[in-house]
């Protein structure tokens, strides 16, 4: 299985202000995902990260909000912008191998509070 | 679009218990995904299903593919203290596209 790195494991910011959320995977996969995880609630998918072109976003997020950039195989960012306590949750890097039979890891998750 | 349904919500159990908890769907999935998430941490994968009927162990927990590919179960038998956490079903049409996440089993564990 791949090994995901994701930074910061948590941080507490100011609203207003914006943070970049890194991860970093040990080999090329072909599909890379942000998720987002409010406070005892599922999974929700932000957007796909594509390798060298916008990311595809979902319903409910858009570009200003979450930018995303994918500049390899192994690495992708997502900028939470202009925070609110709103967006105070968990923010999830998954990673998928499109192979005979495709599975999806996670990043450890960053832990966002938005005072 | 896609819904997945899961139950229980919560589960309150004594340890050497036998668990189960499964996922209904609205939509055919041709991957369905079982996952626990400790506190503080991402998911981590339990269990891949891939063929409809599939039944698949891993350890002390089973999972099973529907025949629908509607839905799917897991099990746990004779659980204990560290099985506490929530765990997640989620199902993906086809390979790459994105997963759709069940709303979590939250699984207690009396010693």
Do not use: H
Not at chain 1, 56 to 62: A, D, K, Q
Not at chain 2, 74 to 89: E, H, K, Q, R, T
Request: charged share 15%.
């Amino acid at each position: 299985s791949a090994v995901i790195s994701q930074k910061p494991s948590r941080d507490i910011c100011q609203r207003g202000t914006s943070l970049t959320i890194q991860c970093q995977v040990d080999s090329q996969v072909t599909m890379m995902f942000w998720y987002r995880q409010q406070p005892g609630q599922s999974l929700t998918l932000i957007a796909t990260a594509n390798q060298g072109s916008e990311a595809t976003y979902e319903s409910g997020f858009v570009i200003d909000k979450f930018p995303i950039s994918r500049p390899n195989l192994t690495f992708s960012t997502l900028t939470v912008s202009n925070m609110s306590p709103e967006d105070s949750s968990i923010y999830l890097c998954s990673v998928e191998d499109l192979k005979e039979n495709t599975e999806a890891f996670f990043g450890q998750g960053t832990r966002l509070t938005v005072v | 679009g896609q819904q997945l349904n899961q139950s229980p919500q919560s589960m309150f159990i004594q340890e050497g218990e036998d668990v189960s908890m499964n996922c209904t769907s609205s939509s055919i999935f041709n991957t369905w995904l079982w996952y626990k998430q400790d506190p503080g941490e991402g998911p981590v994968l339990l269990i891949a299903l891939y063929k409809a009927g599939e039944l698949t162990s891993n350890g002390r927990l089973t999972a099973q593919f529907g025949i629908t590919r509607k839905d799917s179960f897991l099990n746990i038998s004779a659980s204990i203290p560290s099985d506490v956490g929530i765990y997640f079903c989620a199902g993906m049409e086809t390979s790459g596209s994105r997963l759709t996440f069940g709303e979590g089993t939250q699984l207690t564990v009396n010693p």
